[in-house]
């Protein structure tokens, strides 16, 4: 028995010390313009999920989806996303599957090492949460927002799509 945990104990400093000497010896890319590899952003949205779901106060919306709380994109991704490492989310093309107390946090607080500021310090309380109802709320808009997006922006909203939510950990 005492091999056993002696074993399990090498195995893991081996994995530990190889993993911090692959990257310290430059084998990770670190440069902004390549896609991340899966198992990092995998990693990396389970922490940023992780930590939302351990931070955020479970609140409700003192802001309603309303027509005029609903504002309108038209789906093409901004030419300077692809410079953000990790690459910038489309929440248009996929919109987030989390609650809303979970997205008010992220608009909030933003996400550490990545292109996602803060908000907090820029935006009043009700405009933050009318993001966050954008957001939790687009593939569900009202008849009115749906037109008004169409008539504006010549493409449908997601909802008018059918479109469903991708994988929790690829936002």
């Known amino acids: 028995m005492r091999n056993f945990f002696l074993g399990v104990l090498v195995t893991l400093a081996v994995l530990i010390l190889g993993g911090l000497g692959f990257a310290l010896l430059g084998f990770i890319p670190t440069n902004a313009n390549t896609a ?6 995998h990693l990396a949205m389970s922490a940023v999920d992780a ?5 955020a106060p479970h609140v409700s919306s003192p802001v309603s989806a309303t027509d005029q709380n ?3 994109l038209d789906k093409k991704p901004a030419a300077f ?3 953000f490492y990790p690459p910038v989310p489309q929440l248009v093309l996929d919109p987030p599957d989390d609650p809303d107390w979970h997205n008010y946090y992220v608009v909030r607080n933003g ?4 292109g996602m500021p803060a908000w ?14 954008f957001l939790s709320h687009m593939e569900k808009l009202p008849a009115a927002a749906q037109d008004y ?6 493409v449908t909203p997601p909802a008018a799509e059918g479109g469903g939510h991708g994988e929790h950990d690829e936002h």
């Open 36 to 41: 991340p590899p899966k198992f990092e952003q």
């Open 120 to 133: 907090d310090k820029t935006l009043k309380e009700e405009d933050i949460w009318k993001v966050t109802i």
């Open 111 to 114: 996400i550490r090492y990545t």
């Open 70 to 72: 609903h504002g309108g």
């Open 81 to 83: 996303g692809g410079s």
């Open 149 to 154: 997006w169409k008539n504006a922006f010549g």
């Open 51 to 55: 930590s939302a779901d351990r931070h």
